[in-house]
């Protein structure tokens, strides 16, 4: 099961993603995902290092996942969206090809930072494609979990990245600006029925529960206070789980219990990978391709994990 944290900037995107991923393993393995601009996510996941980062792997990620796939002429024309078909390779959680760095039981990759070179010649999205290559060709179970660390704000609609996940969890903070990106983020996963539940964030009164409640509905899953136990991981004091105050684990729970209870719908994951590789292939990538990306779609090709190789 895949899910992303999305929401305003500073809202708490990585600090939930970091305990969530933490406390997920307690029920089957976690990779955790660092997709966001500013990487922070293995810091708070208190790791000392990071592993090598997916960005600079672009050409190697491809050359894998298009295995012997008859519809991708070579590795420069498989592009973000090119979705997996009859000769792909598909991964499992555990791949050893992606790089990852194991602390507290949570499998951390990154997709690395904006580096100088990057500046004036490529966009972040084409780092974040390394992310989407992988989420497309990935056959993920229940019980396995995967938590995506997202950019701030709407920034995810630039690609179909939002759509590759069973269950977004959109954190926001009880203000205006709280509360519209969250209504950004419905309006637009709304069209593509993308699933969307809202976990408040820094909630200090029952003031602040009640206006989110009266703001965001039903799909106000659940909330956060502010954590004294995440404020004394901020100044760099050592930290776990179980330091966490019980509403925190509650919140965990409610949460893990939300995305286990999705269903995994592979149908509409095929339809979404199809939909939004034609709008890339018709936008720009035929363009720079000089190529019919559109063939790259293989219409016999079933998702899920029926097609899983051993
Ligand atoms: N529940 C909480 N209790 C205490 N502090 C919190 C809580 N949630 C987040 N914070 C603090 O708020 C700050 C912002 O959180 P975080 O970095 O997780 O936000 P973000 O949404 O990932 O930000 P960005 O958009 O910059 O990536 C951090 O200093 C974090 O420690
Ligand atoms: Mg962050």
């Known amino acids: 099961m895949r899910v992303a944290f999305v929401g305003k900037g500073g809202s708490g995107k990585t600090t939930l993603s970091s305990l969530f991923a933490r406390y997920a393993t307690r029920r089957g393995p976690v990779v955790a995902i660092d997709a966001d601009i500013n990487q922070h996510l293995g810091l708070a996941l208190g790791a000392t290092g990071q592993p090598r980062p997916l960005g600079g792997m672009l050409t190697e990620i491809k050359d894998y996942l298009r295995g012997d796939n008859?519809?991708?002429?070579?590795?420069?024309?498989?592009?973000?969206?090119t979705p997996p078909g009859c000769g792909s390779r598909l991964v499992r959680l555990d791949d050893p090809f992606f790089p990852s760095s194991h602390i507290d039981g949570v499998s951390l990759m990154v997709t690395g930072p904006f580096g100088e070179d990057d500046l004036g010649v490529a966009c972040y999205h084409s780092?974040?494609?390394?992310?989407?290559?992988y989420l497309n060709h990935l056959v993920d179970g229940p019980g396995e979990y995967v938590v995506v660390d997202m950019t701030a704000g709407a920034d995810s609609f630039a690609s179909g990245l939002f759509t590759r996940f069973d269950l977004t969890f959109?954190?926001?903070?009880?203000?205006?600006?709280?509360v519209g990106v969250y209504r950004q983020y419905r309006d637009h996963a709304t069209g593509f029925d993308v699933p969307l539940a809202v976990v408040g964030n820094k909630i200090h009164s029952p003031?602040?529960?009640?206006?989110?409640r009266e703001?965001?509905?039903?799909?106000?899953?659940?909330?956060?206070?502010?954590?004294?136990?995440?404020?004394?991981?901020?100044?760099?004091?050592?930290?776990a789980l179980g330091d966490l105050e019980p509403t925190a684990h509650h919140a965990l729970a409610t949460m893990l219990d939300r995305l286990d209870a999705q269903p995994k719908d592979w149908a509409k994951f095929g339809r979404h990978a199809a939909e939004f590789h034609t709008r890339n292939a018709r936008a720009w990538a035929n363009?720079?391709?000089?190529?019919?990306?559109?063939?790259q779609i293989d219409p016999e090709f079933v998702y899920g994990p029926a097609v899983t190789t051993p």
């Open 170 to 178: 959109l954190v926001a903070e009880p203000t205006r600006q709280g």
């Open 287 to 295: 363009r720079a391709t000089g190529d019919d990306l559109v063939a």
């Open 207 to 212: 003031e602040d529960a009640d206006f989110l």
């Open 127 to 133: 780092k974040v494609g390394a992310v989407e290559l």
């Open 70 to 81: 008859p519809r991708i002429r070579d590795t420069a024309s498989m592009v973000k969206t």
């Open 215 to 239: 703001h965001v509905g039903d799909d106000l899953l659940t909330w956060f206070g502010h954590s004294p136990a995440v404020r004394a991981m901020e100044q760099g004091r050592p930290f």
